[in-house]
């Protein structure tokens, strides 16, 4: 794991507020993948992205899944690789990050505003709104 | 009641065989979470947010059998996703209880009159009841209404079954003290064996980001929850972990002391964060960067953890590490009543920065 250098290096016993982690709105991001930094940093967000995103290959495969895992520290892209479970099969399938064309994130990012704020907001529109046994549902599971 | 005295001696010979073969990286609990799905879909969880795909994807009992004869952990707590969810539940935890493990079962509870016709009341294993508070609280922390009175009464029927059962609650800022002072009244009233706690902290793949606890919080909260306790209370946790929660004490994190397994396999390096996966347990003690992780790292994403996942291994291995250890540990359980002149338990005790609102049913917000 790379520690971004934006972030402050912690001082946990003096913070009266724990800062917590900024997530970005990357659904339907095309990363551009010209740079080997560039590809680095695109694969390191594909990681951490809650969604199904669309790998395609240099052979024009393409494969969507869920990214699980990734190898971002090889000295080479050669040497760095990502993990994918494809949507349509139960597998593991290990991609070098030298042999990927494009990425897009293509699935519903499934962390999107999910916040407490939100459910706090939603709970006091329901209840204005009169209504009893007010809660969040569990996503469908029907595919996107 | 209360943990079974078997199991005290399997953790503690378990423990010391380890520390005379040398050992110095050992699990002690295998987190094995059988699935992601769950029945809630609480703000404070980062456990959920997956591809439909990947939620309809379960750890077969062989898959969770292999795994635990691997890593060879004495316990076995079962989180997820909601367990109770997983159609092969009650085969898994049957297995393991034949393989002698000490199961806990994390559940929310909804679904617990309903299928607890599937187990059995073993020695072995115990119910875990996700509770984070009295009524109020826990429905709005789970994000769901009536969602308290379903897990009690599903408590009430494991119990009147003869199951072993325990509460898990965590706390996120703003919790109230006196609150939860009551509400382990009222589960030691329901009869439960015991209660765990965990501060929640803001591990980077919660969607929620603005209701945990800095580390500063947690100990003042923890010192106001758990000094001056009462007689019929009791922590199904290692006490130095209560100690080191109240910062009466201080530990390095030892993630590997309760690996995980899922659907992606060994993950790295703890419960909470996902640093990625390794396919064995060998893999994922040999290549993890374990220097990288610890609020004692400078790693940010560690800054504020103070959870039993990375810490109690390390209240664990404080009591059977060495002589002070271990009396500190009697100590602790002799003497557990922690008087603190300095904490008023009668009163409330208002968050002194909250960096939310508090928000509880029946009260609007001010905003």
Known sequence: ?144 | MGVPVSQMWTVASYVIGQKLRGRKQYPVVLMLEPLFRCNLACAGCGKIQYPAHILKTDLTPEQCFAAVEECGAPLVSIPGGEPLMHPQIAEIVEGLVARKKYVYLCTNGLLLKEKIDQFKPSKYFSFVVHMDGQREHHDFAVCREGTYDKAVDGIREALQRGFRLTTNTTLFDGADAKSVREFFDDMMELGVEGMMLSPGYTYDKAPDQDHFLSKKKTRRLFRQILSNRREKWCFNMSPLFLEYLMGRREYRCTPWGMPTYNIFGWQKPCYLLQDGYADTFEELLRDTNWERYGTESGNPKCANCMVHSGYEASAVNDTFGSLGGFAATVRATLFDKYPDPDVDDDTPMAPRRSSGPLVQIGAAPDA
């Open chain 1, 1 to 144: 794991m790379s520690i971004p250098d934006s972030l402050p290096k912690a001082a946990p016993h003096d913070l009266e507020n724990a800062p917590g982690t900024l997530h970005e709105n990357l659904e339907g991001w095309v990363p551009p993948l010209a740079t080997e930094e560039e590809i680095r940093t695109a694969f390191e967000k594909a990681f951490d992205y809650r969604g199904d995103l669309t790998v395609t290959l240099k052979n024009g495969q393409k494969i969507e899944g869920y990214i699980f895992d990734r190898n971002n520290d090889g000295p080479t892209l050669r040497d760095c690789m990502l993990r994918v479970m494809p949507k349509d099969r139960a597998d593991k399938i290990k991609i070098p990050y030298s042999e990927i064309a494009a990425l897009a994130f293509t699935g519903k990012d499934t962390a999107a505003g999910k916040s407490f704020a939100a459910w706090v907001k939603r709970y006091w529109e329901k209840k204005a709104a009169g209504e009893n046994n007010i809660g969040i549902e569990s996503d469908a599971l029907e595919e996107d």
